[in-house]
């Protein structure tokens, strides 16, 4: 069973585009974690949310509890935004990782 | 900026044989983790620590792995026995306790290990 379910599984935009990922999960949650993951491997999170909504540059990410659903929106992309985004939630301090939503922005 | 260290970038070895991998979390963090990803899938949670002691552990930890934190900076995941599955990239991540914001996870670079 798949605790975390992500939409869609690959994404291609033109750069410019505003794109959506939605995460939806289905365990009670401490918080839950956008993550990027770089071509090479490396990991970079980018937000940690437990309620509303944050902005970072052009990345925004919303949560709404009762739902169980969370968005990662960005705006104007741009190639450099080209990456695997993986949402994770947080129980206790035990992790729930979405297979991940692959990103290419064309220029 | 603050960074969790990671050692060794990859390693290879024989099956059977044990491994440990190194991690350096950020210093003030109080909550660290080791995560596993096997090539082409999702990131899997393998163990959590605190105050000294694993804290949440998945299915996936058994009794081959074990973590500790010899020192006041090293905190390291061992795998006793090795076998051809436990390739992966294997994550190292902590976290502070602090003010919402603070509140971040930091991955570590990762390190590959290849079991032969």
């Known amino acids: 069973k798949n605790e975390v379910e992500q939409s869609p599984q690959n994404l291609t935009a033109q750069e410019g585009e505003f794109i959506t990922i939605n995460c939806s999960y289905s365990v009670g949650i401490s918080a839950l974690h956008w993550l990027q993951q770089h071509p090479g491997g490396g990991i970079v999170s980018l937000f940690m949310?437990?309620?509303g909504k944050k902005k970072h540059g052009r990345l925004i990410a919303t949560i709404n509890i009762q739902e169980k659903h969370s968005s990662l929106h960005i705006t104007a992309s741009h190639p450099r935004d080209s990456a695997v985004y993986i949402c994770?939630?947080?129980?206790?301090?035990?992790?729930?990782f979405g297979t991940g939503t692959s990103l290419t922005v064309i220029p | 900026e603050p960074e969790v260290t990671q050692t060794p970038s990859h390693q290879v070895t024989q099956m059977g044989q044990e491994v440990i991998l190194r991690c350096v979390p950020i210093s003030n963090h109080l909550y660290f983790y080791w995560y596993r990803q096997i090539l082409g899938q999702k990131v899997e949670f393998l163990v959590s620590f605190y105050n000294n002691e694993i804290s949440e552990k998945s299915e996936i930890f058994d009794d081959q792995f074990s973590v500790e934190r010899p020192d006041g900076s090293n905190f390291t995941l061992k795998i006793r026995s090795t076998k051809l599955e436990d390739s992966a990239m294997y994550f190292c991540?902590?976290?502070?306790?602090?003010?919402?914001?603070?509140?971040?996870?930091?991955f570590g670079a990762g390190s590959r290990l290849t079991v032969l």
């Open positions: 991540a902590s976290r502070s306790l602090g003010a919402a914001g603070a509140n971040v996870l930091t």
């Open positions: 994770a939630v947080r129980t206790g301090n035990q992790f729930y």
């Open positions: 949310l437990s309620s």
